[in-house]
């Protein structure tokens, strides 16, 4: 006998998780833009690091935070469109804000945007596990 698991949310949750989505993409979205119009820095940066194909990277960079970001602040895709962000998020801190590799000068504030970028995977990798909500294009 399958044993099926039925979930229903509150409106106060959906609505939480609409701000979450919210707050989320007002980090990736302007990123995004940014990225756009300052893609030679943006590509100068990521060299910096020694990152290969650095304009490959700037472009990828534009896609996930603004195509995938717009995703997330809809709902549309969001467990697919979260799991990436997240990915791109945690590969972000280990390649720029590997602290533990830095000069002392620069450790504190690198730890601190580490760390936050773990954060930030941790909350969309919810977002992967749960859903978007009910005020979402995917409403789930």
Do not use: C
């Not at 119009?37 to 290969?52: C, D, K, N, Q, R």
């Not at 700037?58 to 709902?75: F, H, Y």
């Not at 791109?88 to 504030?109: C, E, G, Q, R």
């Amino acid at each position: 006998m399958a044993i099926t698991q039925t979930s229903s949310t509150t409106p106060t949750q959906d609505g939480l998780a609409l701000l979450g989505r919210i707050f989320l993409a007002a980090l990736f979205i302007p990123a995004g833009f940014s990225k756009i119009a300052g893609f030679a820095g943006t590509a100068g940066y990521i060299a910096s690091v020694g990152l290969p194909m650095p304009q490959v990277g700037a472009a990828i960079a534009i896609v996930v935070e603004l195509g995938l970001g717009i995703l997330l602040l809809v709902g549309f895709k969001t467990r697919l469109a979260a799991l990436l962000i997240a990915l791109f998020t945690l590969a972000a801190a280990l390649f720029f804000h590997n602290y533990w590799s830095m000069p002392a000068d620069k450790v504190m504030i690198n730890q601190l945007m580490f760390w936050k970028n773990i954060a930030i995977a941790g909350g969309l990798l919810a977002f992967t596990a749960f859903g978007p909500g009910r005020f979402s294009v995917d409403r789930k």
